[in-house]
């Protein structure tokens, strides 16, 4: 491999008086932790930006923007630190810190890069052993027994389409085990939400790791990422509001009943979500009201328990969201229940699998013409059509989502989450 390049290290300059700023720091990087001044406005105070120590002197960063210059991408503006404002965080400006931040910006950009690869070959990843899956699941937060359900069904349907052209060769013994097997991976992945790899692949696998390696120890793998377990609260000073940032879908930051976070009590106002993969963070806007009875306590970090739960439900909403197509198929109450619980939208998803199917059943009855089939075989594209004209006149009219057949027949398979 060619040796990583070394990186440019930032550049500080005096600013000009005119630029209303003491230091320029210019940088090949974003600092992502660094957050400028807010200006106020009539009902809302001047909100200071991050503290920095620079060379024994404390500035206020007043400006980040992004730069032309070569080599640089954002300049930061200093300026000193404004004594009417108290300090919350300090963040030391020493070559060891930005260090110590490019080689975390490195990580996070190698992880989301693995985590793309995995989603544009899941087919092969998903054939992998479980325990080399869980360590990707740790590492890239994906779920990997879902990975493993569409690695098995896209292996099942190659198989049954080599079935007809294999049936007289050699070959054919090979394509049928492909097929039971990606079915059983398939029953097994879906049923008891583990990754399940290929037998043909995980024993070659287990011979070389018992041969050529040591198993690491397993208490000394980390349970959860480190860096996706953080929640942020965000003071407004002189609002008396709060916002606190978080990794995860909680339902205590949402609710109707105020909430008490560190000895104040707050009513939650609104909330959305932002990023995506590990940059991705539930905001939730909460203000100070006075104390009230009964209410909810957020506690940072959160309790074994309370940990645990909010964890499940973030990860059966990521599960909702990422096969949220495959859903589209399945009967109504099921969709109106996802949407009720994971904001599923299965207006849009019942519409998207009924054009589908549309077009399925339109490619089918123009080959089943083209080459003068038996008119028996148009039954299925008829059917296709008459489902899918249904389907979308409950869509439109009646503004419900309806399923398919073949969502009550994968029912019976694979369960939408609880």
């Known amino acids: 491999m060619p040796p990583e390049p070394k990186p440019i290290p930032d550049r500080v300059v005096p600013g000009a008086p005119a630029e209303g700023v003491e230091l320029w720091i210019y940088s090949a990087a974003p600092k992502p932790d660094w957050r400028p001044r807010v200006k106020g406005t009539l009902t809302r105070a001047d909100h200071p930006g991050s503290a920095v120590k620079y060379r024994d002197k404390v500035y206020e960063l007043v400006l980040a923007e992004e730069t032309a210059q070569w080599g640089y991408t954002h300049r930061y503006g200093l300026r000193a630190w404004d004594s009417a404002f108290a300090i919350r965080t ?18 996070e950009a190698a992880k989301s890069n693995f985590r793309n690869m995995i989603l544009w070959l899941f087919p092969l990843a998903g054939l992998a052993p479980a325990s080399l899956q869980d360590r990707w699941e740790l590492e890239t937060g994906l779920s990997m027994a879902w990975v493993s359900v569409g690695s098995a069904f896209f292996f099942l349907l190659a198989a049954l389409a080599l079935r007809e052209l294999t049936e007289e060769t050699r070959s054919y013994p090979l394509v049928m085990y492909l097929a039971v097997e990606s079915f059983v991976r398939l029953l097994a992945a879906a049923t008891f939400r583990r990754p399940c790899g290929a037998l043909w692949v995980v024993l070659p696998y287990r ?11 397993a208490a000394g793998r980390p349970a959860v990422l480190a860096a996706a377990m953080e929640d942020e609260i965000i003071r407004n000073p002189g609002e008396g509001s709060i916002q606190v940032r978080s ?39 909460l203000q100070r009201v ?18 645990q ?32 619980v994971y904001e599923y939208d299965g207006l849009v998803n019942t519409q998207i699998t009924a054009g589908i199917f549309l077009i399925i059943a339109i490619l089918e009855a123009g080959i089943t013409f083209a080459y003068h089939a038996p008119l028996f075989m148009l039954a299925g594209p008829v ?3 008459v489902e899918s004209a249904y389907r979308l006149y409950r869509v439109k009219a009646l503004r419900e989502p309806a399923g398919s057949i073949v969502g009550f027949v994968l029912g019976l398979i694979i369960r939408p989450p609880a």
């Open 309 to 340: 739960a909010v964890e499940k439900f973030t990860h059966q909403y990521d599960l909702v969201h990422s096969f949220a197509l495959f859903w589209g198929f399945y009967p109504r109450e099921q969709q109106l229940r996802l949407g009720r």
């Open 90 to 107: 300090l963040a030391a400006y020493t070559p060891e810190a930005e260090a110590a931040v490019r080689a975390r910006q490195r990580d």
């Open 207 to 217: 011979l070389w790791h018992a041969l050529a390696y040591t198993p690491p120890e």
């Open 247 to 285: 990794p995860f879908y909680d339902s205590d930051l949402i609710g109707e009943a105020p909430v008490r976070i560190e000895g104040d009590f707050y009513e939650p106002r609104r909330w959305h979500r932002e990023g995506k993969g590990l940059r991705r963070r539930w905001v939730y806007e």
């Open 383 to 385: 059917y296709l059509v």
């Open 290 to 307: 006075t104390p009230a009875t009964p209410s909810r306590e957020f506690i940072t970090p959160r309790p074994p328990g309370r940990q």
